[in-house]
């Protein structure tokens, strides 16, 4: 009986720990530069766009069920991250 109880407490703490204090998935609101936006694949929403830890843009995508972060890619499915990501690797 207790484990009822307490799935759900577990569950909202660990999702709780996925976002930032805003509420949002972490990394930082971006202004998408224009070269950027030009390098984006089709069927990305665009708006959603912050820059991540890695130095990788991640878009929202918003599904039947739930929202998630993706890494935005170009048409040919390579992630597009910063110039500074590209030179540590």
Do not use: F
Not at 38 to 48: E, F, I, R, V, Y
Not at 56 to 74: F, I
Request: aromatic share 4%; proline share 10%.
């Amino acid at each position: 009986m207790p484990y009822r109880i307490l799935a759900p407490i577990a569950l909202c703490s660990t999702l709780a720990a996925c976002v930032d204090a805003s509420g949002r998935p972490g990394g930082a609101p971006v202004n998408l530069p224009a070269a950027v936006q030009d390098l984006a694949g089709p069927n990305q929403d665009l708006s959603t766009v912050r820059l991540m830890d890695d130095g990788c843009y991640w878009y929202r995508h918003q599904g039947p069920v739930e929202a998630t972060m993706l890494p935005l890619r170009t048409a040919a499915g390579n992630p597009i991250c910063t110039s500074a990501t590209a030179e540590a690797s």
